[in-house]
């Protein structure tokens, strides 16, 4: 198990964003090794989610799991309020554009749901 010290405040704002309603981006970005998984898996542990832990790999592979993942955030987003999240979103660059330019009008049909 891992032991949560702090982050108090991180985590506050995080439930701020999610009980204000409606959709929500929330970044967070720091050094590596400064406890941003393990706050965001805290955040989550009493939530419906779905976590997607990025990894190096190239476009055509990038599209296929990241497409996966979006399918699977429609399908529960359908039947209630999830939390999505993207973990090590950096390492998704070399699919980056195609994702991005493919997803938004995705993500732009989830939100309509």
Known sequence: MVVF???EKELAMLNQAYLKGGNSIVVLYGREQIGKTTLVK???QDKTYVYYQARE??????NR???KVLFSVKEK???ERIVFVVDEF???QKGYN???KNSK???ARINTV
């Open 5 to 7: 010290i702090g982050r």
């Open 42 to 44: 805290k955040f989550v």
């Open 57 to 62: 790999l190239s476009e055509k592979e990038q």
């Open 65 to 67: 799991y990241f497409e």
């Open 77 to 79: 987003a359908e039947k």
């Open 90 to 92: 950096d390492l998704m």
């Open 98 to 100: 195609l994702i991005y």
């Open 105 to 107: 009008a995705r993500i």
